[in-house]
């Protein structure tokens, strides 16, 4: 079974930064999709970042601050996030697919304060 574990999260004041990681069980080869969701308090989950079969696509609320990137030796997919918002506060979720199934993490807070 796919496991994902992800790390990172935490409190930091507004204009900060943060780089969240994703441990994942097996070979990163194997997924063609990877990416990051995030859930806000009485919000529906959202995609942040998402990597594609190699393409890499953002939301448009997070263009120019996130960088989403894979390290295959650590079997890990990162997020640097920059110029933190109290928007962006929220649980942080890892998804990755394989043959059309989604695993996912048990996420990562990350709160902002203004």
């Known amino acids: 079974q796919v496991q994902l574990v992800e790390s990172g999260g935490g409190s930091v004041q507004a204009g900060g930064s943060l780089r969240l990681a994703c441990a994942v069980s097996?070979?990163?080869?194997?997924?063609?999709?990877v990416g990051w969701y995030r859930q806000a308090p009485g919000k529906m989950r959202e995609r942040v970042a998402r990597?594609?079969?190699?393409?890499?696509t953002y939301a448009d609320s997070v263009k120019g601050r996130c960088s989403i990137y894979r390290d295959y030796a650590k079997r890990a997919v990162n997020l640097q996030m920059n110029r933190l918002t109290t928007d962006d506060t929220g649980v942080y979720f890892c998804?990755?697919?394989?043959?059309?199934?989604?695993?996912w993490g048990q996420g990562t807070q990350v709160t902002v304060s203004a």
């Open positions: 990597i594609f079969n190699d393409v890499i």
């Open positions: 998804n990755a697919r394989s043959n059309g199934r989604d695993h």
């Open positions: 097996e070979d990163l080869a194997g997924f063609n999709t």
